[in-house]
């Protein structure tokens, strides 16, 4: 534990003054557990990075048992032609007792004229360590939504992925989603960094998170994980 919030805190120390930075603290009623999220955007002038790093904590242990990371890379060397909103795609996932895996393909990003809405759109090559899959592609969807319905510092954001894999013995469709909805609570007492809210998992085929001791949860057919925290931006 203290090895992870050592790295999370060089990370902030490195990152947060230059890049969208936030730390999350959720409570997951299914599975009765608590995840901290550190989770960080920038973009450059070649294209933008992101990562997050879930670490699980279970009740039954002191230390947190599970992790999970994702990192990408959007490359773009054509700012400012008619191709600017299509770029390269990087990324990375994996943890313990989750499969790692590489993504390569391309992105498509959308925005609105002050970039309160933005929507990118993902197809990649997905090769996950140890498993054959017949179809072995992902699709993604991430949206940003900010001030929605005109409440300002009211947020919705989340994205999509639909992919293939054989964690049940055959080839399924897997489909995850995790829209979020967060609110500023923090703008009434001068503390805009601060904000309350939650997210919902909603999955189908879908092996993962922690459960409560050291299970993890191979849920196929369709489930919905509610979720609830708070959330601070650096």
């Not at 990371?69 to 313990?96: C, K, M, Q, Y």
């Not at 954001?157 to 989603?177: A, H, I, R």
Request: net charge negative; with cysteine.
């Amino acid at each position: 534990m203290k090895k992870i919030v050592l790295v999370a805190a060089m990370l902030l120390a490195f990152v947060g003054a230059k890049a969208q930075t936030n730390i999350q603290e959720m409570y997951d009623f299914n599975r009765g557990h608590f995840t901290t999220t550190l989770e960080m955007f920038k973009g450059d002038n070649w294209g933008s990075t992101f990562f997050f790093n879930d670490i699980y904590h279970p009740f039954d242990f002191p230390e947190p048992v599970g992790y999970y990371t994702e990192i990408s890379r959007a490359l773009n060397f054509w700012h400012g032609t008619a191709l600017d909103p299509f770029s390269l795609h990087v990324e990375w996932n994996g943890g313990n007792n989750a499969r790692n895996c590489w993504l390569f393909g391309v992105e498509y990003f959308l925005h609105n004229s002050d970039f309160t809405n933005t929507f990118t759109f993902e197809l990649m090559y997905k090769d996950i360590r140890g498993m054959q899959n017949y179809l072995p592609f992902q699709f993604t969807f991430v949206w940003g939504m900010q001030h929605l319905f005109g409440v300002y510092g009211l947020t919705f954001s989340g994205f999509l992925d639909v992919w293939s894999e054989n964690t049940f013995g055959d080839n399924s469709l897997v489909v995850l989603s995790e829209p979020q909805i967060w609110y500023n609570i923090g703008q009434f007492f001068n503390c805009p960094n601060l904000m309350i809210g939650g997210e919902v998992e909603i999955a189908y085929n879908f092996a993962g998170g922690w459960h409560t001791g050291l299970e993890w949860a191979k849920n196929e057919g369709f489930n919905v994980a509610p979720c609830a925290g708070i959330k601070w931006a650096f």
